[in-house]
């Protein structure tokens, strides 16, 4: 239940109102910290309430929220105002002097996005948000995803299919698809102005090769980790049996075969493949790896002329802030993309599909988790870190990488706990993306997996250069997985065929494989987060007060 309290417009009620704030905070558990900066928000708030009062209205304060968020409401009658109005009257008559500009840091600090002001039939109201809980995002994301499968499930048997269908085309899909479309959109010039400008903050090059160079190093580490995860789980969980080779589909497998077509696994045309030949292409084709090559140049660019030119560096500094905040926009539409998305896979999803190979699901997971306990172990045993708290703060990102199963679509949310757990932005603006794109550890471990479930399901044993082959190429495809819908189908269809498997074995897992892309996503973006948190800890740029900090 929330706090109200009814104030008269005059000055001496401010203080009335301070002790009111600070009770209903401490009573919330809000640190005092955040009491204090809170407090001081709330102070220039009431007093520009009442000094912009009109008649005698009283003046309304409300301290409430849900699911663990906190927020402060003041209401009350009188001429509109914003936060830069209380800006102007602390600042100090002279313009762009020292004390002004020390004046405006601290106000930064106060009044920042956290304030919300508006003005409506000449009344104001300003919501000040004290905290912001990541257990509401995920009630409602995870609720929307159960209600989803329900609807789904529903409607797949309730409904006529062809009127299933329909909603599914006409409602589900085109909200997920612009959804999508609008990420897409934004992840390329995210990525690419969050990479630049970190590098561009970077006063010593030495350093920033010398994270780059680490980050890389434990990217494959932990690549060669996933698929001996993934070769062990299979040990423990031996699925398939031959009978199921009847059941592949020739016809259902064309296209993603098709897809593979072109697509090739050597190191060289990998390598070769980063450098784009122009500047517009990349962002056409959302290649991600030219667009980190494009970034790395243009930051490097802009850190040596620095000096002589800052506003280069400032240029993509602003740039990556309006990209950010245009993501934060999106991502608050998460529960709703979520339910769409599951309603969509659970009406088209077949069953029997689903009942011929529903183990494969599992043992994935299975070896996705072990993968994150394995990540959990590294964080204690290489930064000495609470693996614990780690979760305790980065777990938002895992739900929404499980709900997106996208890494560069999860990418915003990473980046934000990253953030919030005190990782310095020079470290996670440049390794997040590119983990996004070149370390795939869940990925590692369902391709393992599945070859050696089509080898067991056509008979074909798992000797020694077999599973030599299948190490070799499924690290360099986790390093250059093609960038096409289903890329990791593509993967199978090009890996398979190397042990004697036909790649339309694929056909098996089609119906099934959304399931676990979700979960392999989230073991893909943890481990970057870990790694970006190992090496920030060794490079002194975690903020361990922040670490520690309660949620």
């Given amino acids: 239940m929330g706090k109200r309290l009814d104030l008269t417009c005059d000055s001496s009620s401010i203080s009335q109102g301070m002790d009111f704030i600070k009770e209903a905070l401490s009573e919330r558990g809000v640190p005092s910290a955040e009491i204090t900066r809170t407090l001081l928000t709330s102070e220039e708030v009431l007093a520009k309430l009442i000094s912009n009062a009109t008649g005698e209205g009283k003046i309304k304060i409300g301290v409430g929220g849900r699911f663990g968020n906190v927020k402060i409401t003041f209401k009350g009658k009188g001429t509109p105002f914003s936060a830069s109005d209380i800006e102007k009257e602390l600042l100090f008559e002279q313009e762009d002097d020292e004390a002004n500009t020390i004046v405006r840091k601290l106000l930064n600090k106060i009044l920042d996005d956290r304030l919300h002001i508006e003005n409506s039939n000449g009344h104001n109201t300003a919501v000040i948000r004290v905290v912001k809980s990541h257990y509401a995002g995920l009630i409602y994301t995870l609720l929307a995803l159960i209600l989803g499968i329900a609807t789904g499930l529903i409607m797949q048997t309730a409904l006529p299919s062809d009127v299933s269908k329909a909603i599914s085309s006409n409602l589900f899909a085109p909200i997920y698809t612009v959804f999508m479309n609008a990420l897409k959109m934004i992840v390329a010039p995210l990525v690419f102005f969050s990479i630049a400008s970190s590098i561009a903050d970077f006063g010593d090059i030495k350093a920033l090769g010398r994270i780059a160079l680490k980050v890389a190093a434990m990217y494959i580490v932990t690549s060669a980790i996933a698929v001996g995860v993934g070769f062990l789980t299979y040990q423990i969980f031996p699925i398939g049996h031959t009978s199921l080779a009847t059941a592949v589909s020739e016809e259902a ?36 790896l030219q667009i980190i090559f494009i970034a790395l ?80 172990v590294l964080l204690l045993v290489l930064a000495r870190m609470n693996p614990l708290t780690f979760l305790g703060k980065y777990y938002p990102a895992m739900v929404s990488a499980f709900t997106f199963a996208s890494s560069n679509a999860a990418l915003p949310s990473s980046m934000k706990q990253c953030d919030e757990m005190g990782v310095s932005p020079k470290v996670y603006s440049f390794s997040l993306p590119l983990g996004a794109t070149i370390n795939m550890d869940g990925n590692c471990i369902s391709l393992m997996i599945t070859a050696l479930f089509f080898a067991k ?23 250059g997985s093609p960038g096409v819908p289903g ?34 996503t989230c073991a893909n973006v943890t481990g970057d987060a870990v790694v970006t948190t190992i090496v920030a800890k060794h490079e002194k740029l975690v903020d361990m007060d922040k670490f520690m900090a309660r949620a």
Avoid: H
Avoid at 506 to 518: A, H, N, R
């Fill in 457 to 479: 399901i056509f008979n074909i044993p798992a000797t020694n250069g077999v599973l030599l082959s299948l190490f070799i190429s499924i690290i360099v495809l986790s390093v």
């Fill in 253 to 288: 497998a064309a296209e993603t075969i098709a897809k593979g077509e072109n697509v090739s696994i050597s190191i060289k045309d990998t390598l070769v493949g980063i450098v784009p030949s122009d500047i517009v292409t990349p962002f056409q084709k959302a290649d991600m």
């Fill in 487 to 520: 890329g990791n189908l593509v993967c199978i269809a090009l890996l398979v065929p190397q042990i004697g498997v036909p790649a339309e074995a694929i056909s098996l897992v089609m119906g099934l494989y959304p399931l676990v892309g979700m979960m392999q």
């Fill in 297 to 376: 140049v243009l930051g490097l660019a802009a850190a040596a002329l620095a000096k002589k030119y800052p506003t280069g560096r400032d240029f993509l500094s602003v740039f990556y802030a309006i990209f950010s905040k245009i993501t934060t926009v999106l991502v608050g539409f998460i529960p709703l993309i979520v339910f769409c998305s599951m309603a969509k896979m659970m009406i088209s999803m077949n069953l029997k599909d689903l009942a011929n190979v529903i183990l494969w699901v599992p043992v994935i997971y299975f070896g996705d988790i072990i993968m994150i306990l394995v990540y959990l």
